[in-house]
Nanobody
Framework: QVQLVESGGALVQPGGSLRLSCTVS????????MGWSRQAPGKEREFVARITWRGSIIYYADSVKGRFTISKDNAKNTVSLHMNSLKPDDTAVYYC??????????WGQGTQVTVSS
């Protein structure tokens, strides 16, 4: 199992940018892919982006394509989410997730992103 700690959430104006980071510890070798999901008030948690831990196959939700970029640093055991052109609809708690080769997904505690003027 792995432990995930997110950081970088903040209040930002519409059109602004923000970078979220997730630091991974524990059984790193068990990881198949890492990703980000988000949950807005009153809504279900939804997929945002994912990247494979070995290699760099990337997936994005349609709602963030062209605005968000996921990246990783295997040497530092970190995954980042660069968010540009932020909209009020991007307001949510953002969660880092790790999918192991086998077994259940691990989640971080979440970091709040608020897009508002």
């Amino acid at each position: 199992q792995v432990q995930l700690v997110e950081s970088g959430g903040a209040l930002v104006q519409p059109g602004g940018s923000l970078r979220l980071s997730c630091t991974v510890s524990g059984n790193i070798f068990s990881i198949n892919s890492m990703g980000w999901s988000r949950q807005a008030p009153g809504k279900e948690r939804e997929f945002v982006a994912r990247i494979t831990w070995r290699g760099s196959i990337i997936y994005y939700a349609d709602s963030v394509k062209g605005r968000f970029t996921i990246s990783k640093d295997n040497a530092k055991n970190t995954v980042s989410l660069h968010m540009n052109s932020l909209k009020p609809d991007d307001t949510a708690v953002y969660y880092c997730a790790a999918d192991p080769i086998t077994g259940p997904r691990s989640w971080g505690q979440g970091t709040q992103v608020t897009v508002s003027s």
